[in-house]
Nanobody, 123 residues
């Protein structure tokens, strides 16, 4: 069974940084889009960032542009999310995903999902 496992979440203060990782197993995702989504309490899951299979294409939610960076290492079947200058509104469960969406932001078109990692940013 294909697995995506996130790690790197935690409790930090506003202005701090975190790096999330998502390792895939039992399947090679080098030709898949890799994305990060998040869900805050009481809110719908939303797009955060995504990277195309060749790493040349990326997209970010407006709320994280300039603060978050997505990267992938196909040799390690891993995608990363570098999060800088974290804000309390970044508090959420962060999910990684893999798929072949028509557009990077299309959540419904991602096929594989991780279980999520909690990020909590205190003010």
């Amino acid at each position: 069974q294909v697995q995506l496992v996130e790690s790197g979440g935690g409790l930090v203060q506003a202005g701090d940084s975190l790096i999330l990782s998502c390792v895939a197993s039992r399947h090679t995702f080098s030709s898949y889009v890799r994305g990060w989504f998040r869900q805050a309490p009481g809110k719908k899951r939303e797009f955060v960032a995504a990277i195309g299979w060749g790493s040349g294409t990326t997209d970010y939610a407006d709320s994280v542009k300039g603060r978050f960076t997505i990267a992938r290492d196909n040799a390690k079947n891993t995608v990363y999310l570098q999060m800088n200058n974290l804000k309390p509104e970044d508090t959420a469960v962060y999910y990684c995903a893999a798929g072949r969406p028509g557009e990077l932001i299309r959540e419904s078109e991602y096929t594989y999902w991780g279980q999520g990692t909690q990020v909590t940013v205190s003010s």
